[in-house]
């Protein structure tokens, strides 16, 4: 007869209570620590480009896809749609906040005839700081809150949005001949987006608002002379060094736009919280592979417009820099009669006077270095 405790266990009843407790709580801690896979259901977003299937900037549209669907695990999918598969380039905001697709990748620039505050978060006026500094105001500096504002309180867009890549300054564009002053360019027949419109038509030209792949047959058939797109690769895409041999780099027309990525705030709101997070940071995750893929490609691009394509490529003249500064004071005056778009260019100042005064007084001059190593390359 097996002995007995004072409660009356025998020792074996007692070792398997033991093994059972112990397991119990082996397992508890087990689950405690291992990491938990999402139990969020696997979705597919559709969202479409305002680029062309081959353009640079839909391969960045990829990059940021790619890194959705890695930080998801496969729970999250973007089907990366080109302009014109559901919609036209400067219709995908439309599109979206009606639901016909998920979200885009855009820039807003393309619907700043809604509001024309719209083109301040991405080719509004340059007060010293450049693309990254300004992308920073819409992190840090409350840009992002007055983008929300004006998205979702004002224009009243059922849309949620995130923004990506700081682009390198937008040359001046391609002419039939070098212009060396602002008179040189007066009629001219100008391609050209967003606030930009208003500066170059207060320099006396005649712009024309047109996406992308619309530019080249557009000055094939006359309708326009002159244009700006955004960097070497992209200009070459298009064919501009068959149209055109005078390239104008270094303007105050676009100098710190990036893209924005919009979702259908229903959409959006009805994903589980951490693909939520995960399409808002993937953008911050963009940032990096965007830009790096834009310097490998617009410098090597650059480098064979001059070398394989006879283009003849000048830094703009400072004189018409200087006169797009002043059409800048000209426009803002009389578009900061309106509360909201003054509001957001007065944040604006205040952070660029702060950010590109610590920038201006503390950056290394990469001219004189350049120049050092490089004599004679940059007159």
Known sequence: MKPKSKNGATPASGRRKFLKTAGAATAGAATLGFPMVSRAQTTTLKMQSSWGAKAIF????RQYAERVEAMAGGRLKVDVLPAGAVVKAFQVQDATNKGVIDGAHTVTAYWYGKNKAASLFGTGPVFGAN???VLAWIHYGGG???YQELVQDILKLNLVGFFAMPMPTQPLGWFKKHVTSAADMQGLKYRTVGLATDIMQGMGLKVTQLPGGEI?????????????????TSDMQ???????KHYHMGSYHQAAEFFEIIFNKGKFDGLAKEQQAILEYAAEAANTANYGFAMDSYS????????????NVY????????AQLGSWDTVLKKLETDNFFAKVVKSQKEWSHR?????LMNSADYKLAFQHYFPGEIA
């Open 58 to 61: 839909q391969d960045m549209f």
């Open 315 to 322: 830094r703009t003249d400072t004189s018409i820099m200087k």
């Open 300 to 311: 090597r691009d650059l480098q064979d417009l001059m070398k394989k394509h006879g283009v």
């Open 355 to 359: 950010v590109a005064f610590y920038d």
């Open 144 to 146: 992002k809150e007055l």
């Open 131 to 133: 693309a990254s500094q």
């Open 216 to 232: 080249v047959p557009a000055l094939e058939r006359g309708v326009i002379e002159a244009f700006e797109f955004n960097n070497p």
């Open 238 to 244: 298009f064919g501009a060094q068959d149209v055109s």
